[in-house]
């Protein structure tokens, strides 16, 4: 259980730091310049961390923390829940930016800024998980931090099932915001929260649900087991055209 307490302290320590950035900034920098670029660094940053982090207690958890599958599901839904509390309006998804786009929400460099902006948001996240796994605070980070030039692949399906589920689950998605957008806030985020857990753990065995272009290039682009070229079709082509056919 060791393992988990360290797993829940960086989780808090994520949010709170992300979080105090996200205040110094609207703070200190032009309203612009923090809705299209600050906003979408810190709130992808916050959601790649977390995701690492998480993805590590799945994979590793089962056998070297002693704790099941459930328990990856249940933090993952409570992870969303915070998600959709602090990210105040953050899209942290690429696909979304996109919907925002079609939707004639926001103009095109806006767009192409905001899509800037969480790319550098899920490096810095790689680069604050990867330096906090090199601490080895527990014994779970110490094993992650010797398997991590040899990560598994997160797509365990064929390349056509795979594009087929991050298609589906991006279309939801997309659904679910534009269908919940006049809901109440905590109905919205709360909503969200559960049909994100759901997804996950229909097609988490299957593609890890990530249905978001920007993270899944950094989680898992770089891992063995398939080509640059499936992982594309999969984990872009796969997402934009789920939000093709939702359009």
Same mark, same amino acid.
């Given at each position: 259980? =060791?393992?988990l307490?360290?797993?829940?302290?960086?989780?808090f =320590?994520?949010?709170?730091?992300?979080?105090?950035?996200? /205040?110094?900034?609207? =703070?200190?920098?032009?309203?612009?310049? $923090?809705?299209?670029?600050? /906003?979408e660094?810190?709130?992808?940053?916050q959601?790649?961390?977390?995701?690492?982090e998480? /993805?590590?207690l799945?994979e590793l958890?089962? @056998?070297?923390?002693?704790?099941?599958?459930d328990?990856?599901?249940?933090?993952?839904?409570?992870?969303?829940?915070?998600?959709?509390?602090?990210?105040?309006? *953050?899209?942290?998804?690429?696909a979304?930016?996109?919907?925002?786009f079609?939707?004639?929400?926001?103009s095109?460099?806006?767009?192409?800024?905001?899509?800037?902006?969480?790319?550098?948001?899920?490096?810095?996240?790689?680069?604050?998980?990867?330096?906090? @796994?090199?601490?080895?605070?527990?014994?779970?980070?110490?094993?992650q931090?010797?398997?991590?030039?040899?990560?598994?692949?997160?797509l365990?399906?064929?390349?056509?099932?795979?594009?087929?589920?991050e298609g589906?689950?991006?279309?939801?998605?997309?659904?679910a915001l534009?269908?919940?957008?006049?809901?109440?806030?905590?109905?919205?985020?709360?909503?969200? =929260?559960?049909l994100?857990?759901?997804?996950? $753990?229909?097609?988490?065995p299957?593609?890890?649900?990530?249905?978001?272009?920007?993270?899944?290039t *950094?989680?898992t682009?770089?891992?063995?087991?398939?080509?640059?070229?499936? $992982?594309?079709?999969? $984990?872009?082509?796969?997402p934009?055209?789920?939000?093709?056919?939702?359009?």
């Open positions: 259980m =060791a393992g307490n360290v797993s829940l302290c960086f989780f =320590a994520t949010v709170a730091l992300c979080e105090v950035a996200r /205040r110094a900034s609207k =703070a200190l920098l032009p309203a612009g310049a $923090y809705d299209c670029f600050a /906003r660094a810190l709130g992808m940053a959601l790649g961390a977390c995701c690492l998480l /993805r590590m799945a958890g089962p @056998w070297a923390g002693g704790f099941g599958p328990l990856p599901l249940t933090l993952l839904f409570l992870l969303f829940l915070v998600h959709g509390a602090t990210f105040d309006g *953050a899209a942290a998804n690429p979304v930016s996109l919907q925002e079609l939707l004639a929400e926001a095109l460099p806006h767009t192409l800024l905001k899509l800037a902006a969480q790319g550098l948001g899920v490096q810095a996240a790689c680069t604050l998980t990867q330096l906090c @796994w090199a601490w080895e605070l527990s014994d779970l980070h110490l094993l931090s010797l398997l991590a030039q040899h990560c598994s692949s997160a365990r399906t064929s390349v056509p099932h795979g594009a087929l589920l589906s689950c991006a279309f939801l998605f997309h659904l534009l269908r919940l957008r006049r809901s109440l806030p905590i109905c919205r985020v709360a909503a969200v =929260a559960l994100v857990t759901l997804m996950a $753990y229909t097609a988490g299957f593609t890890s649900a990530f249905f978001n272009p920007t993270l899944a *950094a989680v682009f770089h891992c063995s087991g398939h080509t640059w070229l499936e $992982y594309a079709q999969v $984990y872009w082509l796969g934009l055209t789920g939000l093709w056919v939702w359009r």
